[in-house]
């Protein structure tokens, strides 16, 4: 059988870069994906992961300019960008790039499969099924398993529960030429529990093409007539569908990313997709880089405790901003009137202009102090329900 340094499972941002790391070190990397699958995303990309992991003008099929926050009252509030913008990519054209990238910088791609890992003497076997369906095997000393929240490397050798999910849809369709309110430089976010009861719903313009979807952990709810209403609100009901697709989202990283020998995980598969917001690329990004990082220390250690490193450094970087998004989401996604209150806070100069450097930048802004203290106190007063924000 073949032998490489390190198998990837999962082709997408996450397991792309991963495999892109290790193969710009010059090890032998398989990466096995499986074809045809395009996950359910906004597509929202912020200007550090362009930056970080350079990313050509040609993937942006748009440029936001603005988002809009729409409140259970249908009250709209903008919130302009200031000298930025954000990135929109299609998934479909996105991934296959990283791909193709990591393949040019010396990984071998396979589409496949995973079945499992067999051991022999401490050498791992990856056990996959080639498109068609012949079996197949190599043997590795790394595997990273990047396949997705229902992740079988992550239920098999690390966790066997996963990361609790929402369950995301949406349906590209083709953007109207023009159209009152509709507006191809602004994302819509709808904060409405008849579109998700404990999520949100979206409009974001990918050019071309808009995608609009809706997300929820809430068992039996209908995320279907859910984007149906969406559609109808914006005034794209008519608009011709070009697909639609569902996916579990992770929303809080698992307790452990590695099994202590030869396996880490990355992206979805380790739950790195931030609650509230339900951003994944960048997370998963950068999750891919760490774990391949940290492969790389145990390619050269031999040592299995290498591997906690990725999930260290991650945490380390942006389990704080994880943890206050995860408390956001529990407190003002809970009912409508809360909702309400939170669209309403948005209003804030303050708030929009710290929510967008933080975004943008992706890390907690320690300036402006006295923002924070004004927003504290705003925040404060909203959850006791006093006042509106000015």
């Known amino acids: 059988m073949e032998f490489f340094d390190a198998v990837v499972v999962g082709g997408g941002p996450s397991g792309a870069t991963a495999a892109d790391v290790l193969a710009r070190a010059g090890k032998q990397v398989l990466l096995l994906d499986k074809a045809g699958r395009i996950k359910p995303c906004g597509g929202a990309i912020p200007p550090r992961l362009i930056r970080d992991f350079e990313i ?221 917001s339900g951003e994944g690329i960048y997370y998963a990004m950068v999750g891919g880089q760490l774990a391949a990082e940290a492969g790389l220390e145990q390619l050269e250690t031999c040592d299995g405790r290498a591997l906690k490193l990725a999930r260290k450094r991650f945490m380390r970087a942006h389990g704080r901003v994880f943890f206050i998004l995860g408390v956001m989401q529990y407190f003002w996604y809970s009912s409508d009137a809360r909702r309400e209150r939170f669209v309403k806070m948005c209003r804030d100069p303050d708030v929009q202009a710290l929510t967008w450097q933080a975004y943008m930048n992706k890390e907690l802004v320690k300036a402006k102090p006295k923002a924070h203290v004004r927003i504290f106190f705003r925040d404060v007063a909203h959850l006791l329900g006093f006042g509106t924000p000015s």
């Open 56 to 276: 050509p003008d040609e993937l942006l099929c748009a440029r936001i300019r603005a988002a809009r926050m729409t409140a259970p009252s249908k009250t709209d509030v903008d919130m302009p960008i200031d000298g930025g913008f954000v990135g929109m990519v299609d998934r479909e054209k996105f991934d296959e790039w990283l791909r193709v990238r990591a393949a040019d910088h010396g990984a071998t791609r396979r589409e496949g499969t995973y079945e499992r890992i067999s051991r022999d003497d401490g050498v791992a076997t990856v056990h996959y099924r080639e498109r068609g369906g012949a079996p197949r095997a190599v043997y590795t000393s790394l595997v990273i398993g990047a396949d997705g929240a229902l992740s079988q490397v992550a239920r098999q050798e690390v966790n066997p529960n996963g990361p609790p999910c929402v369950f995301a849809y949406h349906e590209i369709v083709e953007a109207p030429e023009a159209q009152a309110g509709y507006d191809g430089a602004r994302c819509d976010v709808v904060y409405d529990g008849g579109i998700s009861p404990d999520f949100y719903g979206w409009v974001f313009p990918h050019g071309k093409t808009v995608s609009i979807g809706s997300g929820s952990a809430v068992k039996g709810f209908g995320l279907r007539p859910s984007v149906a209403r969406l559609r109808e609100r914006a005034g794209l009901s008519a608009a011709r569908t070009v697909r639609g697709e569902g996916a579990p989202i992770p929303m809080k990283p698992l307790g452990r990313w590695d099994n202590g020998k030869d396996v880490v995980l990355a992206g979805d598969a380790a739950g790195v997709v931030a609650p509230a």
